[in-house]
């Protein structure tokens, strides 16, 4: 990757908290931005562990306030309210976004903003030397109810040399 900030939706900011893997982000780069839509979403009470993405906000990420733009105006029905603030913010600030819907990350293609979902962070961080293996994180997400198929792991674990 290299830009040297990025942009973070909900899924990902979650899915690093439940494999404890959230300080990636500040080793691999310079800034993290969350839109304030989106911290709204990861930090309600009911959304697990909210408090610990909360103080990893607080402490290391830029909040975004949030955008009206022509895209979020054209993207309402077809996201919810953080991707499309994330995405705004991606393409105002010229930097990926870390997003893992698969509808966010093909209609963030298509208007031409650079994407990474949290295995290719895990990937990326194993292939930069912040991760010795990433299989023990990708088994967490799965324990955490994401949904990974088989096909997608595998492929990744080939690719980090892992088994």
Same mark, same amino acid.
């Given at each position: 990757?290299?830009? =040297?900030?990025?942009?973070? %939706?909900?899924?990902?900011?979650? #899915?690093?908290?439940?494999?404890?893997?959230?300080?990636?982000?500040?080793?691999?780069?310079?800034?993290?931005?969350?839109?304030? /839509?989106?911290?709204?979403?990861?930090?309600?009470?009911?959304?697990?562990?909210?408090? $610990?993405?909360?103080?990893?906000?607080?402490?290391?990420?830029?909040?975004?306030?949030? /955008?009206?733009?022509?895209?979020? !105006?054209?993207?309402? /029905? =077809?996201? %919810?309210?953080?991707?499309?603030?994330?995405?705004?913010?991606?393409?105002?600030?010229?930097?990926?976004?870390?997003?893992? !819907?698969?509808?966010?990350?093909?209609?963030?293609?298509?208007? @031409?903003? $650079?994407?990474? #979902?949290?295995? @290719?962070?895990?990937?990326?961080?194993?292939?930069? @030397?912040?991760?010795?293996?990433?299989?023990?994180?990708? !088994?967490?997400?799965?324990?955490?109810?994401?949904?990974?198929?088989? $096909?997608?792991?595998?492929?990744?674990? =080939?690719?980090?040399?892992? =088994?």
């Amino acid at each position: 990757m290299s830009s =040297r900030i990025i942009v973070a %939706d909900a899924s990902p900011l979650i #899915g690093l908290a439940k494999c404890q893997q959230l300080p990636l982000l500040m080793r691999m780069f310079e800034a993290v931005h969350v839109p304030q /839509r989106v911290v709204i979403e990861v930090t309600a009470p009911d959304k697990p562990l909210a408090a $610990e993405i909360s103080l990893f906000i607080q402490n290391h990420a830029i909040v975004e306030a949030d /955008r009206d733009s022509e895209l979020s !105006e054209k993207l309402k /029905r =077809r996201l %919810d309210a953080g991707e499309i603030q994330a995405l705004c913010c991606a393409q105002d600030l010229k930097c990926p976004v870390l997003i893992d !819907e698969r509808k966010g990350r093909l209609i963030a293609q298509a208007h @031409g903003i $650079e994407i990474m #979902g949290s295995l @290719g962070l895990l990937l990326s961080a194993k292939r930069d @030397g912040h991760l010795e293996r990433i299989k023990p994180s990708i !088994e967490q997400l799965r324990e955490y109810g994401y949904l990974l198929g088989d $096909e997608l792991i595998a492929h990744v674990l =080939r690719l980090a040399c892992e =088994r």
